[in-house]
């Protein structure tokens, strides 16, 4: 089993629509979780960190299930801009320094 | 400001020869590490370094090797070159150890091993 594992998609959506994407981890030890948007053939940015609590971002909201290890992201009223290569990453397993894990991505692709 | 920079951006190499990739991190950054991306998967953790020290290391085979220099740049060299190999290899910048998961990456540098 992967350490981080992602529904790779690809998830089309139209314009105006609202999608969920889940990541599951293995190790419960994991303390920090994030997500991160990559274009095509260009480097991966953060897009939000996610909190116990859940966070929300403008359109975005991230949650963190700790009992069923999976976090999410959530992203209303879908743009044309939206459409890229999200990918979940955990913490290094019990280690410091800032080493992620990341899942293999979900493909958003957001059509007019 | 100038981002993280990576150099060289595309390079193609034939199985058994040996490759350089260069890394300047943010200014002020001291954190570098390095991250292999195979077409269609995730970025794959190799190696994190913070003040010249390596501090993480990914499971890559020994062929695999790094260093950071006192401005905070850093190489990664990679022995013996095989097919599997060819990915984007992207360098991040953090300013510290600590886990805030901002990493910052450069664009990468495409290997391609033929």
């Known amino acids: 089993r992967k350490e981080v594992e992602q529904d790779p998609g690809p998830f089309n959506v139209p314009e105006g629509a609202t999608v969920a994407f889940n990541c599951t981890y293995s190790?419960?030890?994991?303390?920090?979780f994030f997500w991160y948007r990559q274009d095509c053939r260009k480097e991966p940015k953060l897009l939000m960190s996610v909190y116990s609590s859940g966070n929300e971002d403008g359109r975005f909201t991230a949650q963190l299930n700790r009992a069923s290890q999976y976090i999410s992201l959530l992203i209303r009223d879908s743009k044309l801009s939206d459409s890229a290569t999200y990918l979940c990453a955990v913490n290094g397993f019990g280690n410091a320094g800032n080493m992620l894990t990341f899942g293999g991505g979900t493909r958003l692709m957001v059509k007019p | 400001d100038a981002g993280v920079t990576q150099s060289p951006t595309h390079l193609i190499k034939t199985r058994g020869q040996h490759v350089t990739l260069r890394c300047s991190p943010i200014?002020?950054?001291?954190?570098v590490s390095w991250y292999q991306q195979v077409l269609g998967q995730g970025p794959q953790f190799i190696f994190q370094?913070?003040?010249?020290?390596?501090?993480g290391r990914g499971n890559f085979p020994d062929r695999f090797s790094a260093r950071q220099f006192p401005n905070y740049s850093s190489e990664l060299n990679v022995n013996a070159l095989l097919l599997g190999d060819s990915a984007l290899y992207l360098c991040a910048s953090s300013s510290g150890t600590v886990n805030t998961g901002e990493l910052f990456f450069g664009e990468g540098s495409r290997l391609t091993v033929l």
């Open positions: 200014s002020g950054h001291k954190s």
């Open positions: 370094y913070y003040e010249k020290e390596e501090r």
């Open positions: 190790n419960s030890a994991s303390q920090s």
